[in-house]
């Protein structure tokens, strides 16, 4: 199943002093960009990325269940510093089918 996930730095955590910039890039920042990488060459992550000029992502993630989802976010090192918002996909050929089974049915009312 594919979700659209989009992960925002949280305002209480943005660093104050140089030296807590530092340990926020190399601690955080630089390891999940080397994740999502790993996540994209794997096909994990299908589409997506940083989003420019902000501490954000915002990926399209291919994974077996919610829990797979779960497993995949939570080990990013950035994750318990990011306000995250996950939508689930449907496909286009799944809303198209829909979409004709509510026209069938209201044509025949």
């Given at each position: 199943?594919?979700?659209?996930?989009?992960?925002?730095?949280a305002?209480?955590?943005?660093?104050?002093?140089?030296?807590?910039?530092?340990r926020?890039?190399?601690?955080?920042?630089?390891?999940?960009?080397?994740?999502?990488?790993?996540?994209?060459?794997?096909?994990?992550?299908?589409?997506?990325?940083?989003?420019?000029?902000?501490?954000?992502?915002?990926?399209?993630v291919?994974?077996?269940?919610?829990?797979?989802?779960?497993?995949?976010?939570?080990?990013?090192?950035?994750?318990?510093?990011?306000?995250?918002?996950?939508?689930?996909?449907?496909?286009?050929?799944?809303?198209?089918?829909?979409?004709?089974?509510?026209?069938?049915?209201?044509?025949?009312?």
């Open positions: 199943m594919q979700y659209l996930v989009q992960m925002k730095l305002n209480n955590v943005r660093p104050a002093s140089p030296q807590e910039g530092i926020f890039i190399e601690g955080f920042v630089l390891p999940t960009l080397e994740a999502c990488k790993r996540l994209e060459d794997d096909k994990r992550i299908l589409a997506g990325g940083p989003v420019g000029g902000s501490i954000a992502l915002a990926m399209v291919n994974v077996e269940s919610v829990q797979d989802l779960d497993e995949l976010l939570e080990g990013l090192p950035l994750w318990p510093l990011m306000e995250t918002t996950v939508t689930p996909l449907t496909s286009f050929d799944g809303r198209r089918a829909a979409v004709r089974s509510t026209l069938e049915r209201l044509k025949g009312q």
